[in-house]
Each structure stands twice: as structure tokens, then as C-alpha cells.
Nanobody, 126 residues
Framework: QVTLVESGGGLVQVGGSLRLSCAAS????????MGWFRQAPGKEREFVAG????????DYADSVKGRFTFSRDYAKNLVYLEMNNLKPEDTAVYYC???????????????????WGQGTQVTVSS
């Protein structure tokens, strides 16, 4: 049984910061690309950030570039999303995702991923 568990969400004021974590259990994801997505009420789930299996390359949605940083800790089987200068439009449930296959590259579509966490709520108040 593979599970991904996100944590670190919460309520923060505009301009504040949060660090989301995603812990994988059941198998190691050290050779798998991973991603962060978010879903606001009434909207589709959207790509936020992706990281290659090696961790050497990341990419971000234009809306978060320069504010969010995706990183991974192979020893702990954890990935992180550091979020700075948060805006009200960042309010959403944030999900981490992992690919089953050991494909190279960064993946941008929800259908590219095989495993999903349950999500963690991020609320940015103005």
C-alpha cells in the first residue's frame, strides 16, 4: 500500500510563508518524478510545481514562480513546497503526487501521476 501524506497547511496572512511537506510510505520515490497541485473551490485541480526524479530540475506555474520552491530529501523520502509572499489567490487544497514509472522529466497533468495525497488546506487571508 502506497500512501502520500501532506502536512504544513494552515491559515496565514497575505505576504506570509508556509512550508508544505509530503511524506511517502510503502515505497521509496527516490527515482520518481513528483509534483504539487492545488484545487480551489469550484475550480479544477491545477499544476503548481514539479521536480525530476533526480531533483536537479524544477518547474513552476507562472503564478507561483519566484515565490514557491520545490525540494526533496531523498534520505527521508520527503518532498517540500516552500511558499513565500503568499497571496489570497493561493488559497486552495494542496496535493502532492508521484509517478509510478521512473520517467525522466517534469510532468504537468494530473493524469500523469499515479499516487496522490489527501491534500492540505492553505488559506491566505487579506
Amino acid at each position: 500500500q502506497v500512501t502520500l501524506v501532506e502536512s504544513g497547511g494552515g491559515l496565514v496572512q497575505v505576504g506570509g510563508s508556509l512550508r508544505l511537506s509530503c511524506a511517502a510510505s510503502g515505497r521509496a520515490f527516490s527515482s520518481n518524478a513528483m509534483g504539487w497541485f492545488r484545487q480551489a473551490p469550484g475550480k479544477e485541480r491545477e499544476f503548481v510545481a514539479g521536480i525530476t526524479w533526480s531533483g536537479e530540475r524544477t518547474d513552476y506555474a507562472d503564478s507561483v514562480k519566484g515565490r514557491f520552491t520545490f525540494s526533496r530529501d531523498y534520505a527521508k523520502n520527503l518532498v517540500y513546497l516552500e511558499m513565500n509572499n503568499l497571496k489570497p489567490e493561493d488559497t486552495a487544497v494542496y496535493y502532492c503526487a508521484a509517478k509510478l514509472r521512473q520517467d525522466r522529466g517534469i510532468f504537468y497533468r494530473t493524469e500523469d501521476y499515479d499516487y496522490w495525497g489527501q491534500g492540505t488546506q492553505v488559506t491566505v487571508s487579506s
